[in-house]
């Protein structure tokens, strides 16, 4: 088993729609979770990060955190074109510098 | 800072030919990562410095690769001799504290093709 799964399906919504994408991990010790941005032939950029368990907002920009599920969430409200790229979830212990990442939802927001 | 600065952007060579990727990180930054992107395993770490010490090359695929920070600012990835399934984009990425909890600044990545 993969240590962190992501369904690298793509995902077209309508302008204004909600995004919601997620990652499931099997290693417990992951206390770091982040979400990374890529647009099309760039490099990723970090979008957000939460430590532990529970739910950071930034704009229209919510992650989620479970814990006990080993589960991670991406939300994007009032999706604009601009949102279109592919998020990468990653994760990684605390002080660990081996970033485990997902394989990438692209995601393509219709005007 | 203009960023983490890769060169070149984009690279094609045969098969069996020697192939050297160079890598800027950001100024200050005293971490530097050397990951591999594919569609089949996406985002793969390869290896990662720290002041220019190479602490874990354990992602590394196998002896053709090889890692060689010399000084604080540039970084290289050489692949000898290269094969087919090294076509891959490769990313350099900096952090001024690791990755573990803050934030890993990517280059542009080098696009690189083995015929």
């Known amino acids: 088993q993969k240590e962190v799964e992501q369904d690298p399906g793509p995902l077209s919504v309508p302008e204004g729609a909600i995004v919601s994408l997620n990652c499931t991990y099997s290693?417990?010790?992951?206390?770091?979770f982040m979400w990374y941005r890529q647009y099309s032939r760039k490099g990723p950029e970090l979008l957000m990060y939460?430590?532990?368990?529970g739910n950071k907002e930034d704009g229209r920009f919510t992650a989620q955190v479970d814990k006990s599920s080993k589960y991670i969430s991406l939300f994007i409200r009032d999706s604009q074109p601009s949102d279109s790229a592919t998020y990468l979830c990653?994760?990684?212990?605390?002080?660990?510098?081996?970033?485990?990442f997902g394989k990438g939802n692209q995601v393509v927001v219709i005007p | 800072d203009a960023g983490v600065i890769q060169s070149p952007r984009h690279e094609v060579t045969e098969m069996g030919q020697e192939v050297t990727l160079r890598c800027k990180p950001i100024?200050?930054?005293?971490?530097l990562f050397w990951y591999r992107q594919t569609m089949m395993r996406g985002l793969e770490l390869l290896i990662y410095?720290?002041?220019?010490?190479?602490?874990?090359d354990s992602g590394m695929p196998e002896d053709r690769f090889s890692a060689k920070m010399p000084n604080a600012s540039f970084s290289t990835l050489k692949i000898q001799p290269s094969e087919p399934r090294d076509s891959a984009v490769y990313f350099c990425?900096?952090?001024?504290?690791?990755?573990?909890?803050?934030?890993?600044?990517f280059g542009q990545g080098t696009r690189l093709t083995v015929v």
């Open positions: 990425a900096s952090s001024p504290y690791g990755t573990g909890g803050t934030e890993a600044f």
């Open positions: 290693n417990s010790a992951f206390q770091y």
């Open positions: 939460t430590y532990s368990s």
């Open positions: 990653a994760m990684t212990p605390y002080g660990n510098n081996r970033l485990a």
């Open positions: 100024s200050g930054h005293d971490y």
């Open positions: 410095f720290n002041n220019n010490v190479p602490i874990d």
